[in-house]
């Protein structure tokens, strides 16, 4: 069983649309999770942290469920820049490496 | 810029050629990890360093991967006798590790291996 596992989707929305993207993971002693963003050909880039009581960024929240073991991305008010791949990972805080899910791409249409 | 930085940013090589790579992590990171992503996919963990030593490595390492950190700040991944697929993005990141205090990982741009 992979570590983080991500729908790749693709999810394609228009633009204003409010769009989810979960993700579970299997440790559950994991302690650390994020999200990253990754354009095309680009590098991952640290968009969010995700806290135990859920924490917000602007149009951007993030949810993590240990119950269920998965975490949650919600964009609202998507913009045509927020085209990209989102990354989930967890760091399950033995301090060691990160596992990346696959990543969920999304295209914002006009 | 402050940020990792990797280099080359592209490298092309033909098949049975050994490759290296450099990474400069962010200075006052202590820990730097290697990473492989290959198309459609999430980056797969390679290997990684707190300072100078290398505290973990996947069995995707095989033989002909090694990686070093000599002095605890930047790091060379070599591939030796490339094969078709080793093609992939080289990706390093850095973070700065404390224990039981949150750490994020950040990434430079990447190496893109081309073996021909």
């Known amino acids: 069983r992979k570590e983080v596992e991500q729908d790749p989707g693709p999810f394609n929305v228009p633009e204003g649309a409010t769009v989810a993207f979960n993700c579970t993971y299997s440790?559950?002693?994991?302690?650390?999770f994020f999200w990253y963003r990754q354009d095309c050909r680009k590098e991952p880039k640290l968009l969010m942290s995700?806290?135990?009581s859920g924490n917000e960024d602007g149009r951007f929240t993030a949810q993590l469920n240990r119950a269920s073991q998965y975490i949650s991305l919600l964009i609202r008010d998507s913009k045509l820049s927020d085209s990209a791949t989102y990354l989930c990972?967890?760091?399950?805080?033995?301090?060691?490496?990160?596992?990346f899910g696959t990543g969920t791409s999304l295209t914002v249409i006009p | 810029d402050t940020g990792v930085s990797q280099d080359p940013r592209h490298k092309i090589t033909k098949r049975g050629q050994n490759v290296t790579f450099r990474c400069d992590p962010i200075s006052e990171h202590n820990r730097l990890y290697w990473y492989r992503q290959t198309l459609g996919q999430g980056p797969e963990f390679l290997t990684y360093?707190?300072?100078?030593?290398?505290?973990?490595k996947s069995r995707l390492l095989s033989d002909r991967f090694s990686a070093e950190r000599p002095k605890g700040s930047f790091s060379t991944l070599e591939i030796q006798r490339t094969e078709q697929g080793d093609s992939a993005m080289y990706l390093c990141?850095?973070?700065?590790?404390?224990?039981?205090?949150?750490?994020?990982?950040?990434f430079g741009q990447g190496t893109r291996l081309t073996v021909v």
């Open positions: 360093f707190q300072n100078e030593a290398q505290l973990e």
């Open positions: 995700v806290y135990s």
């Open positions: 990141a850095s973070s700065l590790y404390s224990q039981g205090v949150r750490t994020e990982a950040f």
């Open positions: 990972v967890v760091n399950p805080n033995t301090g060691n490496q990160f596992y």
């Open positions: 440790n559950s002693a994991s302690q650390s």
